[in-house]
């Protein structure tokens, strides 16, 4: 195998260099584009390499656009251009700017085969309406935005401290600094905001059915046990998280038709002793948070937490994939690195975290949605029963 690879690597090398050489040539692109059969993939590329280089601008006309909850005004039907403006409290002029900039961007049709010119939502930005959690991220992102101005410095270290640094004070907690309530509730929510996706793969990947005792730790304000807990109304459930959170767990949770069923407890998961062993434990978007040693002893906490047989699930956006790359080593790599901890892994990565913390038969789970989750498994044997 060693031996093909070696044949065909010189090979490979050689393409690329020989690829590469003839794109970087000015007049190897003024000829592609000029060629018939070649022009479609110049444009595509080209396209492609304005969008990256022009892409901070479409997210800010897109936040522009949330902000002035113009995708809600349009979800009512088409609207003529004053009264978009007018909802919107823009001139006309600044109005049909925006409203052209999302045309292009496929958030917005324009339709003027009538009397009016009309305003819709595109196929994109009606997916956006149905998704709260990509809103909540777009109205977050003002604060990922600012922390991004500086990439080098952030990435030599060299920053001031982030704005994200304080909006999740369990990162900045290792630094000796206290976490402040409302940056709780904020990140809480955020986190609430987005999970129902989450959720939904991981029901639909994987079977819980099995599971007589769940525990999901750092649950959150609840928001995936309580779609656990309609899915399988025999499993007796248990969230942990750190107290401000599991405040707003206890409140939120009270409020539902679920307040008996799931059990709230307070504590740090790296210190503090569970509450009883389980035969399912859960870390959704929990691992990424943290850097290898951290995992390995959280993950070795979770598997000693386990009844025989028992096992625990790591969910969250995994690199390695071509649907999730973008997702995990672009944007996660840059957002946690201005948090300040953690990283995103690929699974091959969480599977030597988990079997470095003794788990077993670790494997992953195919999920719909990459973007939204992977998903790993690790068990422990049951008695007398060893795993080869
Ligand atoms: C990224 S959020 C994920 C929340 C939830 N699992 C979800 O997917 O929506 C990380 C969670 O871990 C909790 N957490 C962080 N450090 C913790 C610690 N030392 N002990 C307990 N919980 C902790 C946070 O409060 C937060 O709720």
Redesign the pocket.
Known sequence: MRAIRRFFRPSRDWWRDVRNRKLADPDFQRSAANFALTRPFARRSSRRLFDLVAGFVYSQALTAAVELELFTVLSRGPRTLPEVAVAAGLTQDACERLLRALQSIDLVEIDDSGEETTYALAALGAALVANPGATAMIRHHKDLYQDLSDPVALLRGRHSETRLAKLWP?AAEAKGQPPADANVAAY?DL??AS?DL?ADEILSAYDLSWAKRML?L???DG??LRKVAAAHPDIELHL???PP?AAIARERIGDTRFGRRIIVHE????TDLYPDRFDLISL???IH?HEDAEAVRLLTRARDALTPGGVVVVAEPMAGSADSAAVADAYFGFYLMAMGRGRPRRPSEIAGLMNAAGLQRVHRIPTALPIATSIMIGEIPRRNVRFT
């Open positions: 369990y809480t986190m609430a999970q989450v999901d750092g649950g959150g928001r995936f942990f998280d750190l959170v504590g740090d998961f790296f959704v978007r929990i948070d």
